[in-house]
């Protein structure tokens, strides 16, 4: 007999696959086969958390820092949250209007529920990072994506979201420096939308991450806002799941009560070591991962045209590049998709099809360059390879 119940329900039986996991769980595959792999597909820091930071965990694993904390962080982390925004920013930000998450996925997805009642409708760009449209979707909101091009960086822009905003329009997503482009909307453009007297929730994770513009918060052009922020990729803490909000006034009570829900509370001991990742000894490791990210970046920029795949858009944020590589695709007849996974199984370089990223994304593939140098320059040797064979 079977059980009714055992029926999966149907979003779930609808939400795409992460195809950079899929990528990933491939290439782990083939590595327990004896395979070598060069990996340019995780977006995850290819550096350890800094030293100081470990070692104030050490700490309060010693002191006992194990228990629940305040369902909005520990207050003094908040603080620091705070003045941190303020040191970078110039704004002023009241620590009881930060929510501090067991990282930006249910950060994200707090702040979708706190805003969307059924229906209701939340404009993203195209391409945009993978995983938001599950996230509103789950939340209850629709995504709705606005076409963007390399003429605006691929980042959203008045111009870009006129013919898609409607009476169910609740809020507008911005990710900058942006996944998977690698680009920084440019301050007069988050002023802009700013002006449109639309709620924007602005995706800052990588933040500090940033080679040669400078990365403006949307909080320096509206309090009315919603940011969200880690401290995965600028201190190279993926593991320890730590994320936060700084919401308006209006929503914060109501993120608190679902944040005692459905999570409780984030690590008390990740969240005793974030302090450290604020004071004045991590700052050189802060800067040498980040003098080093630009290295890397650098030797793509340099590489990728001798390896036949053009950038529409040079990244000077985050860790991505997004290269063109439609020419190969339509010559081998395979989709994004299929590209990767055939670079995968030949040439032994992970890489994340751009059709992850949505149909803006398709015929793109998007590189990573997390991964230490001399391996970023074998990958690159063997995709030249590949390419032009």
């Known amino acids: 007999m079977v059980i009714k119940t055992l029926k999966p329900a149907a979003r779930a039986c609808s939400m795409p696959p992460f195809m950079v996991m899929e990528v990933l769980e491939r290439a782990q595959s083939l590595e327990r086969q004896g395979i070598d792999i060069v990996h340019m597909e995780v977006g995850e820091p290819g550096f350890d958390t800094p030293l100081p930071v470990v070692e104030a965990a050490h700490l309060a ?18 603080a620091a949250i705070a003045r941190w925004h303020s040191r970078c920013y110039g704004t002023l930000i009241d620590p009881d209007s930060i929510v501090v998450t067991s990282g930006t996925s249910p950060a994200m997805l707090l702040a979708f529920m706190a ?55 609740r809020a507008i997503l911005i990710n900058s420096p942006s996944n998977p482009v690698g680009s920084i909307m440019p301050p007069e453009t988050m002023k802009e939308l700013a002006e449109l007297n639309i709620l924007l929730i602005s995706d800052e994770i990588y933040h500090g991450l940033v080679y040669t513009d400078r990365a403006h918060s949307i909080r320096e052009f509206t309090a009315e806002s919603i940011v969200i922020n880690g401290f995965s990729k600028l201190f190279a803490m993926t593991g320890w799941r730590l994320g936060y909000l700084i919401l308006p006034e209006p929503l914060v009570r109501v993120v608190q009560k679902m944040q005692q829900n459905f999570f409780i509370s984030a690590c008390h001991f990740a969240q005793t070591a974030a302090l450290a990742a604020f004071e004045e000894e991590s700052s050189p490791y802060v800067q040498a991962m980040t003098l080093e990210y630009d290295r890397r970046r650098r030797l793509l920029l340099e590489r990728l045209p001798e390896v036949g795949l053009n950038l529409p858009v040079t990244p000077t944020g985050a860790f991505y590049v997004f290269a063109d590589a439609r020419p190969h695709c339509q010559a081998r007849g395979l989709s994004s998709y299929d590209l990767a996974f055939d670079i995968l199984e030949k040439a032994h370089v992970a890489v994340t099809p751009g059709s992850d990223f949505g149909p803006g994304g398709e015929g793109f593939l998007r590189l990573s360059y997390a991964a230490p140098y001399h391996r970023l320059a074998e990958g690159l040797n063997r995709l030249e390879r590949y390419l032009k064979g």
Request: net charge negative; with cysteine.
């Open 115 to 169: 805003i969307c009642e059924p229906g209701d409708e939340i404009i993203i760009s195209d391409p945009y990072y993978a995983c938001y449209p599950n996230l509103i979707t789950f939340a209850g909101g629709r995504p709705v994506t606005a076409s963007v091009s390399a003429e605006d960086r691929f980042q959203l822009s008045p111009r870009s979201i006129l013919g898609v905003v409607t009476e169910k329009t």
């Open 61 to 78: 694993l010693d002191k006992g820092h194990t228990h629940y904390t305040h369902s909005m962080g520990m207050p003094e982390l908040r």
